[in-house]
């Protein structure tokens, strides 16, 4: 995908496989030449440029121009981290080697190489080896955080090398792994991933109270929110748990001025090596977050070359604003910056729909989802009272179920650490408005559902026909929190854990509108709540997350009075995904071709217009062993068609599945209305866009 993107722009030279060794300095602070080899082709290149940017890893271009440097943790006392790693602990994260099998259907032998670690029992954690895990689910089979990660990498490699045919060595022949024997190993990797080496400085190092107070910044360009996740040094060979990871309660946003060196002026910083300490890297270094601030930095050296800046220059308060606006309208998102466009003919124009959602219900055609864990549905709420939330849950004895009314603390956190009212609701099988009917004798099914919803007809929620013939007990019940928000934020309406209910759920997803339940994420936590077994300067919380697709669905609702919020002026309101509100034009259900409609006073003659869909960004969209069950988003919208004032298509899009689409206008249009056709990407699922944008 990275190498498609970049073929693709004109203006990138691509030198594949070719390692800078030396470069040549104008003076003590800048750079003018940097040379690399290529073994491929046996091709020396001098690259003479105004500005460089280092993205190696190890810093080999920073490290020849002398740029400032650390390498290592800093102790406790310098920035006051008090995460900050103990000396048995060790002061640097290793690098790791992974390894895939296959299985092939057949026997298959294996002989290890004389190198291969003999003693399986010198891994402390041995016995956690399976016969189906590989790849990056071994992530742990690390090495090297005693020694030079640069200039002893070599030696690192090797002895991964040992541990990886070793470990092989034991699943296959140890005869503990009956599944094994038809496995072979497909590949082993030849270059192993560095997780830590030079750090350098920038002028604003970034530490661990940046990333778990979640520190505003005046010139962030990019943001992090990966926990603060250290190794113990001796990786695999060590006693420990193989990480030691904490998290904050929101995200963080990353400073331009750490991505900069402080003394080399027109060296740029990415990836790993940018400005942190070794507590704070440890969250910075995962691979999407150094796309974020690589996305940065590629914007910043534009704007440097045209207005002919170094990079320093870039980060004064009066001139950070058009980084971070430029940045925006790509699609970066940045903390707490809103897109403000003057050019932007959408900003003029009178914005109207064919329809709009309202939150009023949510159907009951789902499943039921047992109360094992707690769940809760993320809702946003307008400034004022608070609805009424009306449930529909099967009750298998008489029991109490706790409902909590919970908030984030901070503005733009998704962390429900706030509670603010408790309703306990005493919850009988057989009592209240259970839905259970004697039934009519000799009566056809249809029959009986329709006797059924005469006698309850004034439930709020109703089962569907399956459910009446499984002949479930329900009850609806309904929540009034009876409270007023004196400003727009989302809520989390909390069912707390109990074996003996279960909730109705929906087959309905709506933009902005999201299950999450307290549970342990398995691949960052044993436990639910983030508790410090002492004071590392992180704060105790519950995990609440969403769970992958297609589970996770939402509860079937009845809200009253509805929940607003999802009208069209979103699509301009500078926000690309849900905040404090959804931020989306989300176009009532029951429409399958919504339409969204610009007049302006006067005709527009358009070259341009952006349009930015929902991909879901709660669902990570792996592609290696998780992987996910959909081709397209289910959310985002893959049809859709542009016209001009006389009703004519100028742009008219099939199988789209992107979050940001560009249309380009040759020639220009002039007209002074457009609108917009959006096809709805599912049934169950109504059309929504965050933004639309207009330029001359």
């Known amino acids: 995908v990275v190498l498609d993107a970049v073929v693709r722009e004109a203006n990138i030279r691509l030198l594949l496989n070719t390692a800078v060794f030396a470069l040549e300095k104008h003076d003590p602070h800048s750079i003018r030449s940097v040379r690399g080899f290529c073994s491929q082709n046996s091709t020396l290149y001098t690259i003479t440029a105004p500005l460089f940017c280092d993205a190696s890893g190890d810093g080999i271009v920073g490290y020849l121009a002398g740029a400032s440097f650390r390498m290592g943790a800093e102790s406790p006392r310098e920035f006051g981290e008090k995460f900050a790693p103990s000396v048995e602990y060790g002061s640097l994260l290793g690098h790791s080697l992974f390894f895939y099998s296959k299985d092939v259907g057949r026997p298959v032998r294996f002989a290890p190489p004389d190198f291969a670690l003999k003693d399986i029992g010198k891994i402390p954690r041995y016995r956690h080896f399976t016969s189906k895990d590989h790849g990056c689910q071994l992530w742990w089979i690390e090495y090297g955080g005693r020694l030079d990660t640069i200039h002893d990498s070599e030696e690192i490699k090797w002895e991964l090398w040992r541990i990886v045919y070793g470990v092989w060595n034991y699943i296959k022949n140890s005869g503990k792994f009956p599944g094994a024997e038809t496995l072979t190993l497909e590949w082993v990797g030849m270059i192993p991933g560095k997780r830590e080496s030079r750090r350098f400085e920038g002028d604003l190092l970034l530490v661990q109270q940046d990333i778990v107070e979640q520190r505003p910044h005046y010139d962030a360009v990019s943001y992090g929110g990966w926990a603060i996740d250290l190794h113990p040094a001796d990786g695999i060979y060590s006693n420990k748990p193989g990480c030691d990871q904490w998290h904050s309660k929101g995200i963080y946003p990353i400073p331009y001025r750490c991505l900069y060196s402080r003394d080399i002026r027109n060296l740029f910083l990415a990836g790993r090596l940018i400005s942190a300490s070794h507590v704070a890297c440890g969250s910075l270094r995962v691979m999407m977050t150094c796309a974020h601030s690589a996305q940065a930095v590629g914007m910043a ?396």
Request: with cysteine; aromatic share 6%.
């Open 301 to 696: 050296a534009a704007l440097c070359v045209r207005d002919r800046l170094l990079a320093r220059d870039l980060s004064d308060r009066d001139r950070v604003g058009l980084l971070q606006q430029e940045l925006i309208k790509r699609g970066q998102y940045i903390p707490q910056i809103r897109l403000q466009d003057p050019e932007d003919a959408a900003g003029e124009a009178r914005i109207t729909a064919s329809s709009t959602y309202r939150l009023a219900r949510l159907a009951a055609d789902g499943p039921w989802q047992p109360l094992t864990d707690s769940w809760a549905m993320l809702l946003p709420a307008g400034r004022g009272a608070l609805p009424k939330l009306t449930l529909e849950l099967a009750v298998s004895r008489p029991t109490r179920l706790v409902c909590e009314l919970r908030v984030s603390d901070k503005k733009g956190n998704f962390t429900p650490d706030q509670t603010l009212k408790i309703l306990t609701v005493p919850l009988d099988p057989v009592g209240g408005k259970s839905g259970v009917v004697s039934r009519k004798r000799g009566a056809s099914a249809e029959e009986q559902y329709h006797l059924y919803t005469h006698q309850n007809g004034s439930m709020d929620i109703l089962p569907d026909r399956a459910s009446f013939a499984s002949n479930v007990p329900t009850q609806a019940v309904c929540l009034d929190f009876g409270l007023s928000l004196d400003e727009a934020q989302y809520v989390f309406v909390c069912l707390r854990e109990n074996p003996a209910v279960s909730v109705r759920c929906s087959n309905q997803r709506v933009t902005g509108i999201l299950a999450l339940t307290a549970q342990a994420h398995r691949g960052v936590s044993a436990n639910r709540v983030q508790k410090p077994r002492r004071d590392i300067g992180v704060d105790t919380m519950e995990f609440w997350i969403p769970q992958r697709w297609p589970e996770g669905r939402n509860f079937a609702l009845r809200i009253e009075p509805p929940l607003e919020g999802f009208g069209p002026e979103n699509v301009r309101n500078g926000v690309q995904r849900p905040l404090y509100g959804v931020n989306a034009w989300v176009a009532a259900l029951e429409e399958s071709a919504p339409t969204l409609t610009l007049t302006w006073k006067r005709p527009k003659t358009l070259r341009l217009i952006e349009l930015r869909f929902d991909t879901d960004f709660d669902h990570p969209l792996e592609s290696v062993l998780l992987g996910h069950p959909f081709r397209v988003i289910p959310y985002c919208v893959r049809t859709y068609k542009i016209r001009d004032a006389l009703g004519r298509v100028i742009c008219a899009c099939r199988d789209n599945h992107q979050t940001r689409n560009i249309v380009r206008l040759d020639p220009p249009v002039s007209t002074d209305v457009l609108s917009l056709e959006l096809h709805r990407p599912d049934a169950n699922i109504p059309a929504a866009l965050f933004e639309i944008r207009c330029y001359e």
